[in-house]
């Protein structure tokens, strides 16, 4: 269990699941730059995050719900939380919380929302003291909803991650930097230098290589 000063955001998740380096340049040295692309999904978020509560059909509708998980450390908000009425195995009626996360864009290749969606639900879970199956990622490029299951292995891909970050964090530990492809929509880019640093080491190598023996 976690102390309460000890938590770090669920975005963070995030952010360490998409590029490792990136994460630790955000909550490891405290380094931030905007392009339109965090613009865009900042505004989207600020609207959404409107503290709110509204009924919606037959479920109960939370905006912007702060959420915390003393034992993974996290916290943040959630942007919506429905929370639906459901019929259980032994036909009681229960109530069933269902996070939705907003994203600007269109669905990534990696998991990194599902993991940031599942620690929303792992929080609403534990202080709710509920189960929640299934959440749901809002994409604003295609305007649609991308349903998510919360099974075993996303959970413990989840709880992985939320490892890997308390550790990189405690260690004030930054990744060498690598040049992918998503590193073009990267707001850090230029902060963070990937091609730079690949071409040094390589020049690095090809001298060391060149150069005669002793």
């Given at each position: ?42 505004v989207m978020h600020e609207r959404v995050h409107s503290p709110a509560t509204q009924g919606r059909g037959p479920a109960r509708v ?83 909803r991308l349903e998510v299951v919360f099974n075993d292995a996303l959970r413990e891909r989840t709880a992985t991650a939320a490892n ?24 850090l880019m230029d902060r963070c230098m990937p091609k730079a640093i690949r071409h040094s080491v390589k020049g690095y190598v090809d ?8």
């Open positions: 269990m976690f102390a309460e000063a000890d938590l770090l955001p669920i975005s963070a998740l995030q952010h360490l699941v998409f590029c490792p380096r990136q994460c630790a340049l955000i909550h490891v040295e405290r380094v931030w730059e905007e392009n339109r692309f965090t613009a865009e999904g900042r939370e905006y912007g719900l702060q959420v915390r998980s003393l034992r993974f450390g996290l916290y943040g908000v959630a942007d919506v939380v429905e929370f639906h009425q459901g019929v259980g195995e032994v036909a009681t009626s229960e109530i069933v919380p269902y996070p939705v996360e907003y994203k600007r864009g269109k669905a990534k290749k990696d998991d990194c929302d599902l993991v940031q969606l599942c620690a929303q639900a792992l929080c609403i879970e534990e202080m709710l003291g509920v189960r929640v199956p299934s959440g749901a990622l809002f994409y604003g490029l295609p305007r649609r890997e970050l308390h550790e990189m964090v405690a260690e004030g530990r930054t990744p060498l930097a690598r040049y992918e492809k998503k590193c073009r929509s990267c707001s001298r060391m290589l060149s150069e005669p023996p002793d």
